[in-house]
């Protein structure tokens, strides 16, 4: 592929060498890979691999932005300082998001007329992928920044998962235009009456709505974005703990099982977590990937590969384009804050 990725190893409650080993299975297909933590617990590493020993963790600092300014040698600090200064293309962070999303923004820093930085995820919907965001950058929004998540949703959504016109809606607790929070119905229609040629805006949609098809990225603030996800990613994995343990219950139940298995190995692996590999952090000059802390080789193999194709497809470039063309970056004025 052509592209460097500086991992963070630190903050993966399996270790080092389990994201290393999801290192050595990226740089298999071609990624080059620089890893960010102890040495002394990765080990030894595959060719197309370079180890930076960086012991220093900040991952579970209680105040992830005090701790990015104040320890310069932490590994996710020294990993976002090499994407900043082009030793690397795209960061990936092995689980620390308030950690990932403070070195993110001190080191590789916003993109210009960008309010706040959103985490996006591919959520494995079979049949029809969404992509949601915030996720969990931002707790407290305005309108103006979910106005920003459906462009950056939408670019995504193109470059990413090749969706030809994304349809963006908006989370809310009801499809009528004048159903949410004042924050929702302000953002509505302010994307209803944006004209642009990189999605169609369809309103609202109910948190039932996600699973059903009708937008392929859906937008909301960060604190009901991360509640969102999690809720899906527990209810996933207790459905398909639930099918195991009826199909190894009883005689009958292995019986059905076996015949099952083909097909229900393929659905567990349509819906895993881990398949799309974390979340990106969207709206910094340069690319960042937040995997989850918990994640297996195969969910850090995957953040990397993704991170990969998404620099191969200028999603940065593709954001920002999407971003300028639709007139919705944030505007020079003494009267904006953050």
Do not use: C, W
Not at 252 to 279: M, N, T, V, Y
């Amino acid at each position: 592929m052509g592209v460097t990725v500086a991992v963070d190893a630190n903050g993966a409650d399996l270790g080092p060498a389990e994201v290393a080993a999801g290192a050595a299975i990226a740089a298999e297909r071609g990624v080059t890979v620089r890893i960010y933590g102890p040495a002394d617990k990765i080990g030894e590493v595959v060719e197309g691999i370079e180890v930076i020993d960086a012991p220093v963790s900040i991952a579970k600092d209680a105040d992830p932005a005090r701790a990015a300014r104040s320890t310069p040698d932490a590994s996710i600090v020294q990993a976002a300082r090499a994407v900043a200064e082009g030793e690397a293309d795209a960061l990936v962070s092995a689980g620390a998001t308030g950690a990932t999303l403070a070195a993110g923004l001190f080191e590789i820093r916003r993109a210009r007329g960008i309010y706040r930085p959103a985490l996006a995820t591919p959520i494995p919907i079979p049949g029809n992928p969404v992509t949601m965001l915030d996720v969990g950058a931002n707790v407290e929004v305005r309108s103006e920044h979910l106005v920003q998540f459906a462009y950056m949703g939408a670019a995504l959504a193109t470059t990413v998962l090749a969706q030809e016109r994304p349809r963006v809606a908006l989370l809310s607790n009801g499809r009528e235009a004048s159903r949410g929070t004042a924050l929702v119905i302000e953002a509505g229609q302010e994307l209803a009456a944006a004209r642009n040629a990189n999605f169609d805006f369809v309103g609202n949609i109910e948190g039932n709505d996600i699973a059903e098809g009708v937008a392929d990225v859906v937008v909301t603030d960060g604190f009901t974005g991360n509640i969102s996800l999690k809720l899906m990613e527990g209810i996933s994995q207790a459905v398909v703990g639930g099918i195991r343990d009826a199909a190894t219950s009883s005689a009958r139940g292995k019986l059905g099982g076996a015949l099952l298995r083909p097909a229900l190995r393929g659905f567990r692996d349509e819906i895993d977590p881990e398949g799309p590999g974390g979340a990106y952090l969207l709206g910094l000059r340069r690319l960042a990937v937040v995997s989850h802390g918990r994640f297996s080789r195969y969910g850090f193999s995957q953040a990397i590969l993704l991170a990969a194709r998404a620099v191969s497809g200028d999603l940065v470039g593709q954001t920002y384009a999407a971003l300028e063309s639709g007139g919705a970056l944030r505007r020079k004025g003494p009267q904006q804050t953050d």
